[in-house]
């Protein structure tokens, strides 16, 4: 099952902060994020394992609430270069399932 | 640049014919994984081959098929093409099998079926 994220899209103004959600109706056991611009190939940001761990990456974090089936992607500070749109992959046994995206735009 | 390498960049066939998808997984990574993005679905995982193996398979329709073979490269086979197959199609590769590490993707591979 798809996992849902929330919001849809978002637009920033640079230096703002924003927080992207994930959500699974199904058991997790990793969550992935990444970052895609238009026309390009997904770029990895971070991994999440069970255990509640949250993970940093220069001014983007995240955190993952197995027993909620939930992962937030938190980002600070915004830059232009945070625009493209955001998933998450979560694995569900021996699936691989892509959220349903987050487009988020950061202008100046 | 992924590592990860995918050929031909794009594609253009009419319905009814058979394409292959080529990719090269990074150096050292044997899992390989194959997505299809439409605009409509989304980002859907298709299957992945760990080390020559099939591991899981995702959405893929019985018209599609995929191979990985001894030196690693994998292809995706797409046959009695529809329209609706016209998408972006990506694969990954990773280091191990269970999905637990980084995924890395190639940069697409863009298939129109007119």
């Known amino acids: 099952q798809q996992p849902v994220q929330s919001p849809q899209a978002v637009i920033l103004r640079e230096g703002e902060d924003a927080v992207i959600n994930c959500s699974s109706s199904k058991a997790l056991y990793s969550v992935h994020w990444y970052r895609q611009k238009h026309g390009e190939a997904p770029v990895f940001l971070m991994i999440?394992?069970?255990?509640?761990e949250q993970k940093g990456h220069e001014k983007i974090s995240a955190s993952f609430n197995e027993k909620k089936q939930q992962s937030s992607l938190y980002l600070t500070a915004s830059q232009l270069s945070y625009s493209g749109t955001y998933f998450c992959g979560t694995r569900t046994g021996n699936q691989f399932y892509f959220g349903t995206g987050t487009s988020l735009t950061v202008i100046p | 640049d992924s590592g990860v390498t995918q050929t031909p960049k794009h594609l253009i066939t009419a319905t009814g014919q058979r394409v292959t998808l080529r990719c090269s997984p990074r150096s050292g990574d044997l899992s390989v994984y194959w997505y299809q993005q439409s605009l409509d679905q989304g980002l859907q995982f298709l299957i992945q081959y760990y080390n020559g193996e099939e591991r899981a398979k995702g959405n893929i329709l019985e018209r599609f098929s995929a191979q990985q073979f001894p030196d690693l490269h994998s292809e995706l086979n797409l046959s009695s093409l529809e329209l609706g197959d016209s998408a972006l199609y990506f694969c990954?590769?990773?280091?191990?099998?269970?999905?637990?590490?980084?995924?890395?993707f190639g940069p697409g591979t863009r298939l129109t079926v007119l």
């Open positions: 999440l394992l069970k255990g509640g």
């Open positions: 990954a590769s990773s280091t191990r099998d269970r999905g637990a590490d980084t995924q890395y």
